[in-house]
C-alpha cells in the first residue's frame, strides 16, 4: 500500500486527481553525492583533517601522539547529567588526551550520557566549536537533548525537507530558532516570512532579500553556538560549508559507512571521538557487492583492525543480571558489570509462569514447521505466532502494558502474520494488541522493553536458519528486554550453528529450556553438543566472520549455513524450497 502526501503551497495541489495520474520514485543522491565530496576532500585537501587523523585512517604506521595543553578537569562531570561511574569516567577522561579515540558501549551501558559528558569537556578547552553527528535523526536528538541540560548553547541542524517533521529538540532546531530570534534584524524578515506564509509566494526582489536574510540569520545563530548537531550526512549540509570543527563526536558510528563517516570528519577535524559497538549491527548496505568491497564494514571497525584499542564501558543497567550473563560473557569476554540488582528487576506485574521466578527468562521449545509466506520472499511459522498470542495475552493479563512488551522477528513474513493473527485470535481486546510492536531486529537496535519475546521462525530439516546465522542479530535481540525475555525456537534446527547451541546450552543449564502448555511448562529434555568457545571477529563485509549484513542483505556470504548460493534465495541468502544446491 502506497500513501501519496501532496504538500499544498497555496492550494494548488491537485487533491481531486484519483485517477489517470502516475507516480515515479526519484533516486536521491544527496547523501551519496555528500559521501563523494567528502572521500574527495579527504585525498586532495590538505587542510580537511589533521595529519596524523589522515595517516591513522589510511593505515599508516604512526606514532600515537597525545594533545597537549588539554586542562583535565577535577570532576569528570557535566551539570544536571547523571555522575559517570568509573568506566565511563575512565573513558572521557582518556579521550580527552588523544587525538582519536573510540569508546565501545554494550547495551544498556549509559553511551549517551558518557557523549554528552565528553562533549560538555571538548567545549570546556575552548577550541572552537564541537560538531555532534550519528546516523539516524533519533540518536542526534537524544544528543542534543543531553547536551542541551549541561546549558551550552546547542543548534540541532536539520535537512530542510524535515523541518516539517515534528522532533522533541524543536526549540533547539535551526529553522526554529531563525523564526523566534528577536534582534532588530528579524524584524524584516519575519515581516517577509509571513506575507509569504499568507501570499504563498513573494515579488522576484523581495524573495532574493528574504533568502539573504534568512542566510545571514543563519550563520549567525550556527557561529554563536557551541555545539552543532546533526546527521552524518546532513554536516555537508551547505549552511555549514564555512564552518570548521576541530573537534567531532559521532554516536552510533558503528551503523554508518565509511564514506558517512567522512563527511563530518573533513571539516578540519583534530580530535574526533567515535562511539559505537561493533558486536552490535553494522551499516544497512542493500548492495551486496558493495557490502562485499567493503562497504558494509564501519570506519570504528576497520580502525580496530588497525590496531586502534577501544575504551569498552563495562557497567550495564538494562537488564536483570541473568539477561546479561550470556551476552557478556559471548561477546564482551565476561567483563560486563550489572549497575542494577536482581530485586530491582523485578517487575510489579510479575505474575507470570517463569520456571524460575529468580530467574526471569526461558527459551520455548517449538517443533512446528516454517512456510515461505505469501511474498514468496520471507518466511512464517504459525505454531510460534500462536505461541506468541498465548504468552502476549499471559502478560497483558499479568498488567504488563502494551507498551512495555515487544516481540522481535527476523522475518517480514512472520512478523506481519503475528500482527494479523493476535488481531484475529486474541481473547483480550483487540486494541491490546495492536498497541504491541512487532518488529525486525534492525527496528529494536539501541532500544528497549520491559518484556521481550523472540520467535526465530526457522524449523526445518537441511536449509539452515538464514538471519539467525549473524553473532550480532542474536546480540542485539537478546539485549533489548529489561525484566525478562521468552525466545521461542526449535533447539534442534538452531543447535547446529556453534553460538546457538551455546545459548540453547546456558539456558538448559538454568532450567530454563521449556516444553508443554504455558499452565504447566515442564524441563525439556533435548541433549545438545558440548559448547565450543565463541571468539567475536571483525566484520569485513557480508562473508565476513560475524556472518553477514542484515535484512535483504545476504548472510554469512552464502546460502543455508554458508554454503554456495545456486538458483533462487530469500533475502538472507537461504535457498527457496524447490531450488538450489541443497534439495536432494
Given at each position: 500500500e502506497v500513501v501519496l502526501e501532496l504538500r499544498s503551497g497555496a492550494n494548488d495541489a491537485p487533491v481531486e486527481e484519483t485517477v489517470g495520474f502516475s507516480v515515479d520514485f526519484l533516486w536521491n543522491s544527496i547523501s551519496f553525492d555528500r559521501a563523494q565530496a567528502a572521500m574527495k576532500a579527504f585525498a586532495l585537501d590538505e587542510t580537511s583533517v589533521s595529519g596524523y587523523i589522515y595517516h591513522l585512517l589510511l593505515g599508516h604506521d604512526v606514532e600515537p601522539k597525545p594533545l597537549t595543553n588539554v586542562v583535565l578537569p577535577k570532576k569528570m562531570s557535566a551539570p544536571n547529567l547523571p555522575p559517570l561511574?568509573?568506566?565511563?569516567?575512565?573513558?572521557?577522561?582518556?579521550?580527552?588526551?588523544?587525538?582519536?579515540?573510540?569508546?565501545?558501549?554494550?547495551?544498556?551501558?549509559?553511551?549517551?550520557?558518557?557523549?554528552?559528558?565528553?562533549?560538555?569537556?571538548?567545549?570546556?578547552?575552548?577550541?572552537?566549536?564541537?560538531?555532534?553527528?550519528?546516523?539516524?535523526?533519533?540518536?542526534?536528538?537524544?544528543?542534543?537533548?543531553?547536551?542541551?541540560?549541561?546549558?551550552?548553547?546547542?543548534?540541532?541542524?536539520?535537512?530542510?525537507?524535515?523541518?516539517?517533521?515534528?522532533?522533541?529538540?524543536?526549540?533547539?532546531?535551526?529553522?526554529?530558532?531563525?523564526a523566534h530570534l528577536d534582534s532588530p534584524e528579524t524584524a524584516e524578515f519575519k515581516k517577509l516570512q509571513q506575507l509569504k506564509d499568507e501570499l504563498g509566494e513573494l515579488s522576484s526582489n523581495d524573495e532574493r532579500r528574504h533568502k539573504r536574510l534568512k542566510r545571514k540569520i543563519e550563520r549567525e545563530i550556527i557561529a554563536a553556538a557551541d555545539v552543532v548537531c546533526v546527521t552524518a550526512v546532513g554536516a555537508g549540509d551547505p549552511r555549514l560549508a564555512d564552518f570548521r570543527f576541530r573537534q567531532v563526536l559521532m554516536d552510533e558510528s558503528t551503523q554508518a559507512t565509511e564514506p558517512e563517516c567522512l563527511i563530518p570528519l573533513i571539516m578540519g577535524a583534530k580530535q574526533v571521538v567515535m562511539v559505537g559497538d561493533h558486536c552490535q549491527l553494522g551499516p544497512v548496505v542493500t548492495s551486496k557487492r558493495a557490502a562485499r568491497a567493503g562497504l558494509g564494514q564501519s570506519m570504528f571497525e576497520r580502525l580496530i583492525s588497525l590496531g586502534v584499542q577501544p575504551i569498552r564501558l563495562q557497567v550495564q543497567y538494562r537488564m536483570h543480571p541473568c539477561l546479561s550473563e550470556f551476552p557478556s560473557n559471548t561477546f564482551y569476554e565476561g567483563t560486563l558489570q550489572n549497575g542494577v540488582t536482581s530485586a530491582e528487576r523485578i517487575h510489579p506485574c510479575a505474575d507470570f509462569p517463569w520456571p524460575n521466578p529468580a530467574r526471569p527468562m526461558f527459551f520455548y521449545c517449538s517443533l512446528g514447521a516454517e512456510e515461505v509466506s505469501s511474498s514468496g520472499t520471507s518466511y512464517?511459522?504459525?505454531?510460534?505466532?500462536?505461541?506468541?498470542?498465548?504468552?502476549?495475552?499471559?502478560?497483558?493479563?499479568?498488567?504488563?502494558?502494551?507498551?512495555?512488551?515487544?516481540?522481535?522477528?527476523?522475518?517480514?513474513?512472520?512478523?506481519?502474520?503475528?500482527?494479523?493473527?493476535?488481531?484475529?485470535?486474541?481473547?483480550?481486546?483487540?486494541?491490546?494488541?495492536?498497541?504491541?510492536?512487532?518488529?525486525?531486529?534492525?527496528?529494536?537496535?539501541?532500544?528497549?522493553?520491559?518484556?521481550?519475546?523472540?520467535?526465530?521462525?526457522?524449523?526445518?530439516?537441511?536449509?539452515?536458519?538464514?538471519?539467525?546465522?549473524?553473532?550480532?542479530?542474536?546480540?542485539?535481540?537478546?539485549?533489548?528486554?529489561?525484566?525478562?525475555?521468552?525466545?521461542?525456537?526449535?533447539?534442534?534446527?538452531?543447535?547446529?550453528?556453534?553460538?546457538?547451541?551455546?545459548?540453547?546450552?546456558?539456558?538448559?543449564?538454568?532450567?530454563?529450556?521449556?516444553?508443554?502448555?504455558?499452565?504447566?511448562?515442564?524441563?525439556?529434555?533435548?541433549q545438545f553438543a558440548r559448547p565450543r568457545k565463541f571468539a567475536p571477529t571483525l566484520q569485513s563485509g557480508p562473508g565476513g566472520p560475524m556472518g553477514g549484513g542484515r535484512m535483504g542483505m545476504g548472510g554469512g556470504g552464502g546460502g543455508a549455513m554458508g554454503a554456495p548460493l545456486h538458483g533462487a534465495v530469500l533475502g538472507d541468502g537461504t535457498p527457496l524450497p524447490g531450488y538450489g544446491s541443497n534439495m536432494p
Open positions: 561511574n568509573h568506566s565511563q569516567e575512565a573513558a572521557a577522561r582518556s579521550v580527552l588526551t588523544r587525538p582519536l579515540s573510540l569508546i565501545q558501549g554494550p547495551p544498556g551501558t549509559g553511551k549517551t550520557v558518557t557523549s554528552a559528558t565528553i562533549v560538555y569537556q571538548l567545549a570546556q578547552q575552548h577550541l572552537g566549536q564541537v560538531i555532534v553527528c550519528a546516523p539516524s535523526n533519533v540518536a542526534v536528538d537524544q544528543l542534543a537533548e543531553k547536551i542541551e541540560r549541561t546549558g551550552l548553547r546547542v543548534v540541532r541542524l536539520a535537512a530542510r525537507s524535515r523541518e516539517a517533521v515534528a522532533s522533541p529538540v524543536e526549540h533547539l532546531t535551526l529553522h526554529y530558532q531563525t512464517l511459522n504459525r505454531v510460534e505466532a500462536a505461541t506468541v498470542e498465548k504468552l502476549v495475552t499471559r502478560f497483558l493479563s499479568a498488567g504488563v502494558l502494551p507498551e512495555n512488551l515487544g516481540i522481535i522477528t527476523p522475518y517480514e513474513g512472520q512478523r506481519a502474520y503475528t500482527v494479523s493473527y493476535m488481531q484475529r485470535n486474541g481473547a483480550l481486546r483487540q486494541q491490546l494488541y495492536a498497541e504491541i510492536e512487532v518488529a525486525s531486529v534492525d527496528a529494536f537496535q539501541g532500544r528497549e522493553k520491559d518484556f521481550i519475546i523472540l520467535s526465530c521462525v526457522r524449523s526445518n530439516e537441511k536449509q539452515g536458519i538464514g538471519f539467525l546465522n549473524d553473532p550480532r542479530r542474536l546480540n542485539v535481540a537478546l539485549t533489548r528486554a529489561k525484566y525478562g525475555l521468552v525466545v521461542i525456537g526449535n533447539p534442534k534446527v538452531l543447535s547446529k550453528q556453534p553460538l546457538w547451541n551455546n545459548f540453547l546450552v546456558h539456558f538448559k543449564e538454568q532450567d530454563a529450556l521449556v516444553e508443554g502448555p504455558l499452565t504447566a511448562l515442564k524441563r525439556s529434555m533435548v
